[in-house]
């Protein structure tokens, strides 16, 4: 049976930053992750581990976060300070498996990101592949144990 987006998605980043301030978010980094940001922001994976990470429960490691809930690579008015080496759960929204799991969530995520329903329009092949490996706990750990897969970028975070 084809997916409820079998016609497609508008989605355009307003760069509004939203999804990166605010309300405090998990953003989940693999150890490959780590090695990419460590070498966008000029650190060794160990400092980078220690400055801009912190331990969530017995495994995972996620980045961290200002007081204000915003996400320690958040640089203000000059967006994303990793940009080019930001983790797939950034790359992939909002076309996480569970936003895209029904229109009703879809419709609902469109409160937090302004850029749903506008612009391009993706193709489910474009969503599936997103939503597949939306880099979230859930497909963190799927990608542990299938050897792990990138796909093209997306948001601007
Ligand atoms: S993904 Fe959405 S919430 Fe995040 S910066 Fe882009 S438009 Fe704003
Ligand atoms: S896009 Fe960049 S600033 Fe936004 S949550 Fe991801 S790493 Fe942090």
Known sequence: ????????????????????????????????????LAGETGLTP????????????AR??????????SCVLHGGARGCLVYGARPRQCVSYPFWRK????????QAEAQNCPGIGQGTLRTPAEIANFADDDGTLSTQR????????????????
Request: proline residues 5%; charged residues 35%.
């Open 99 to 106: 936003v895209v799991a029904s229109r009703e969530r879809w």
């Open 60 to 69: 995972e490691t996620v980045l961290g976060e200002r007081e204000d809930g």
């Open 1 to 36: 049976m084809p997916p409820w987006y079998a016609s497609g998605l508008e989605f355009e980043c307003s760069q509004c930053g939203r999804c990166c301030t605010g309300e405090p978010g998990t953003v989940f980094v693999t150890e490959e992750e780590i090695q990419g």
């Open 46 to 57: 160990e400092d980078f581990r220690a400055r801009y990470t912190r331990v969530l429960g």
């Open 142 to 157: 799927e990608k542990k144990s299938r050897g792990g897969r990138k796909g093209p970028e997306n948001s601007g975070g």
